[in-house]
């Protein structure tokens, strides 16, 4: 069973930067970040693979940045330009032996 450790949210104006952090039990080779906005679906924001190989949703191309230390077995999203329309529960997301894992979330609210 893999746990993960999600830290780093909290309440920011917009233009403000974040970074979160998730902490894995185990190594990992795929991880993610999703999110979900209040009455929308949980939907993915960036991944990464053990390689480094990396994907963004186009609404935070350019602002967010995923990255990952595998000796810590940490997975990073740095959070730059805020908007309100960032606000939302960020959950990470790991894959491990085609089994599922999820973080318990953690709140990222920007102001306007």
């Known amino acids: 069973q893999v746990q993960l450790v999600e830290s780093g949210g909290g309440l920011v104006q917009a233009g403000g930067s974040l970074r979160l952090s998730c902490a894995a039990s185990e190594s990992i080779y795929a991880m993610a970040w999703y999110r979900q906005a209040p009455g929308k679906q949980r939907d993915l924001v960036a991944s990464i693979t053990s390689d480094g190989s990396t994907n963004y949703a186009d609404s935070v191309k350019g602002r967010f940045t995923i990255s990952r230390d595998n000796a810590k077995k940490t997975v990073y999203l740095r959070m730059n330009s805020l908007k309100p329309e960032d606000t939302a529960v960020y959950y990470c997301?790991?894959?491990?032996?085609?089994?599922?894992?999820w973080g318990q979330g953690t709140q990222v609210t920007v102001s306007s």
């Open positions: 997301y790991a894959n491990r032996f085609a089994s599922a894992y």
